[in-house]
């Protein structure tokens, strides 16, 4: 792999998502999927293990009371990881969630092909750059929306 390629981390209880985000990110080369976790336990173990450019991270994993203990934990095993929170709330409160959670960023789990490697594309560039901590945003606007 040459150095450039983005090293991504998906976690999400549903087996699909998994697949479809693995084979979606993985399509034009320059993004590799290095693990897929079901649990924020088995998220945090891997973490420090693979350590990624970047983490889907599910907003809603079964093992998880408190999203916002999860993300801190994360920040503490892997501070140069950005994270971007998936899912199918609507856009309003993810958006929210993401602010309150001091995530990198956020998208909805329905999106283009084309949107969501844009997005993870723009999150991990921006904190390649040391662009400032923590900005929540829909990284992939720019690169369209899901379908309706």
């Given at each position: 792999m040459?150095?450039?390629?983005i090293r991504?981390?998906?976690?999400d209880?549903?087996?699909a998502?998994k ?6 990110l993985?399509?034009?080369g ?5 693990s897929t976790?079901?649990?924020g ?8 293990r693979?350590?990624p450019?970047?983490l889907?991270?599910?907003l809603?994993?079964p ?6 203990v ?7 095993q892997?501070?140069?990881?950005a994270?971007?929170l ?6 309003p409160q993810l958006?929210e969630e993401?602010?309150r959670?001091g995530a990198d960023?956020?998208m909805?789990?329905a999106q283009?092909p084309e949107?969501?490697r844009a997005?993870v594309?723009?999150?991990?560039a921006?904190?390649?750059?040391g662009?400032p ?8 606007a ?6 309706s």
């Amino acid at each position: 792999m040459e150095e450039t390629t983005i090293r991504v981390a998906v976690c999400d209880d549903a087996r699909a998502v998994k697949l479809f985000m693995r084979q979606v990110l993985e399509e034009e080369g320059d993004i590799e999927v290095v693990s897929t976790t079901s649990t924020g336990r088995a998220a945090l173990d891997d973490l420090g293990r693979c350590r990624p450019d970047a983490l889907l991270l599910d907003l809603v994993l079964p093992d998880v009371a408190d999203p916002g203990v999860l993300v801190r934990r994360l920040r503490e095993q892997s501070p140069g990881t950005a994270i971007l929170l998936i899912s199918n709330t609507p856009e309003p409160q993810l958006e929210e969630e993401a602010r309150r959670l001091g995530a990198d960023g956020w998208m909805p789990k329905a999106q283009k092909p084309e949107a969501l490697r844009a997005g993870v594309r723009q999150v991990v560039a921006a904190a390649r750059r040391g662009a400032p901590a923590r900005p929540v945003s829909h990284p992939a606007a720019a690169g369209g929306t899901a379908p309706s």
